[in-house]
């Protein structure tokens, strides 16, 4: 794993970003409901007020998965949190700890950002995918199947992924 990097995306990068997208939706079969395009992402990712942050996991100089998050806030907490809209890894990569390198930056990224939390949502069919959070520490939430990662799981992902 240590030739795996993890980098920030860049308007460049918008084709590589909408391709994960869309390997996302299939993993998911939602492809039918993908309607972003290279433009949309461009301007709400890269436009004047950014909406999201995107980041990108290479072997070398193939990308083989990435992150999309954004800030959310915690009425209860009073603080800021991180919100993890998707994490996908390319097939042919799964299962060598990319997922667990692109979460734990994204974990890492919360707690210097002082972010109470970082939450994110699985759907209730992925087992394998429930099995990886919980084995992070995320506790799912069974009426809402959020995962919510907080305290010491939320800094030892953050260091996992360091």
């Not at 193939?62 to 949190?81: D, K, M, Q, V, W």
């Not at 084995?135 to 360091?162: F, M, P, Y």
Request: proline share 3%.
């Amino acid at each position: 794993m240590d030739d795996v990097r993890i980098v920030p995306a860049r308007a460049d990068d918008v084709p590589v970003i909408l391709r994960m997208i869309k390997g996302l939706a299939e993993y998911e079969q939602l492809s039918h409901e993908v309607v972003a395009t290279e433009e949309s992402l461009r301007a709400s990712l890269f436009g004047a007020k950014p909406a999201a942050e995107v980041v990108i996991a290479y072997a070398g100089h193939e990308p083989i998965g990435f992150a999309l998050f954004f800030h959310n806030y915690s009425t209860f907490l009073g603080r800021a949190g991180l919100y993890l809209e998707d994490l996908f890894v390319v097939p042919s990569w799964r299962g060598r700890g990319v997922g667990r390198k692109l979460l734990g930056h994204v974990a890492s990224v919360a707690v210097e950002r002082a972010c109470g939390r970082m939450e994110w949502c699985v759907l209730d069919w992925n087992e394998s995918a429930i099995a990886f959070y919980q084995k992070l520490g995320a506790h799912v939430l069974d009426d809402w199947r959020v995962c919510r990662l907080t305290g010491t799981a939320l800094a030892r992902a953050a260091s996992a992924g360091a």
